[in-house]
């Protein structure tokens, strides 16, 4: 598969809930990288990570880029904590090898967040 096709794919994998069909996505040598946290992780623990995931509910690009054997997308993720509707956005960097993911890297935000007024031009 292409960088894209994973891409798409994983999308529809993590929207699906099909956690059994993640780890076939993803390269032997996998590694995960999550900038917000600095955590990485390899293919079993990115695979844990998703599955045991408390409260997710929908994963769903809102735009994907094309670049060869890499590809980036932009999605928002919903799911609840403490019983409260909670919405991410999430920009998701791969590199594809032997048709698989080998490289990801995750960079996650709160959506509608309050920007600093002292921060913004008046």
Avoid: K
């Avoid at 909670?86 to 090898?97: E, K, L, N, P, S």
């Amino acid at each position: 598969m292409s960088a894209i096709e994973l891409l798409r794919q994983l999308g529809d994998v993590l929207d699906g809930h099909r956690w059994d069909d993640l780890p076939a996505l993803l390269h032997p040598a996998f590694r995960g990288d999550y900038v917000h946290t600095g955590e990485q992780f390899g293919r079993d623990d990115f695979v844990r990570l998703n599955v045991d995931y408390p409260g997710f509910q929908r994963f769903r690009w809102e735009d994907l880029v094309d670049a060869g054997d890499r590809a980036v997308g932009r999605a928002l993720v919903t799911g609840t904590v403490d019983g409260q509707e909670q919405r991410f956005g999430v920009a998701t960097f791969i590199t594809a090898r032997d048709g698989l993911i080998a490289e990801l890297t995750e960079v996650w935000t709160d959506v509608e967040q309050t920007p600093p007024s002292d921060r913004r031009p008046v």
